[in-house]
């Protein structure tokens, strides 16, 4: 199993509403990732986890919440969103969190905050 | 400072030419890695190549090869006999070793366009 799988692909809520993103992987990566990618920009990094512990924090509003319940699984908790969050939501993973690890991405989610 | 340019922003040809995408990157490290990403309008982000600082030899896989040129600070990527399923925007990445972060410094990408 090589992919990295991310649900759900569409997600449109309201700002007052709490939902989540979830990304999966069976690869035995120990680094995962979340990123944002709004329209015609590269992604951006928000948050890294290492062996299941949060490694890096790119500076993400509280409104944006990661968890890594396991070496397999990522989410991502949305609360209270503002319309300019609506973007793509990619999750990747490697190996190991090192520069010579390439990531695989998945398909990403599309938010749309209202 | 670490930066990685992509000075096309769009390009269209005509499918069978051959297109080079530009990728100029810069770094302070002697250690460090060049990743090319493809980005079909389904978006997911797929892995095309990783290349590290030391291996300056030239990749070709198919209708795809790679030109690594330290001297330049290019890390070209060129697709013969294009297709139009190759049309995708396609992201040049930058890694480096002792960042401790090793976060990829990606470029604004090229938005390559196969017409048929």
């Known amino acids: 199993d090589t992919e990295v799988t991310q649900t759900p692909k569409h997600l449109v809520m309201g700002m007052t509403n709490k939902k989540s993103l979830k990304c999966e992987q069976h690869?035995?990566?120990?680094?995962m990732y979340w990123y944002k990618q709004k329209a015609k920009k590269p992604p951006e990094l928000m948050f890294v986890?290492?062996?299941?512990?949060?490694?890096i924090n790119e500076s993400v509003p509280s409104r944006f919440s990661p968890e890594c319940p396991n070496s397999s699984l990522l989410n991502l908790h949305l609360h209270a969103l503002q319309p300019e969050d609506s973007a793509l939501y990619l999750c990747?993973?490697?190996?190991?969190?090192?520069?010579?690890?390439?990531?695989?991405f998945g398909p990403g989610t599309r938010l749309t905050v209202l | 400072a670490q930066k990685v340019t992509q000075a096309q922003t769009e390009i269209s040809v005509v499918e069978k030419e051959d297109v080079t995408l530009d990728c100029v990157y810069e770094?302070?490290?002697?250690?460090?890695?060049l990743f090319w990403y493809k980005q079909p309008p389904s978006g997911e982000l797929v892995f095309l190549i990783r290349?590290?600082?030391?291996?300056?030899q030239n990749e070709i896989s198919g209708r795809y090869s790679w030109n690594f040129q330290k001297s330049t600070s290019s890390f070209n990527f060129t697709i013969t006999a294009s297709q139009v399923v190759d049309s995708a925007v396609y992201f040049c990445?930058?890694?480096?070793?002792?960042?401790?972060?090793?976060?990829?410094?990606f470029g604004t990408g090229t938005r390559l366009k196969v017409l048929a």
């Open positions: 990747a993973s490697s190996q190991r969190q090192g520069a010579g690890n390439e990531q695989f």
């Open positions: 690869m035995g990566h120990r680094a």
């Open positions: 986890y290492s062996y299941e512990k949060l490694s």
């Open positions: 770094t302070r490290d002697t250690t460090y890695y």
């Open positions: 290349r590290n600082s030391f291996d300056e």
């Open positions: 990445a930058l890694s480096e070793s002792t960042s401790g972060t090793y976060k990829y410094i």
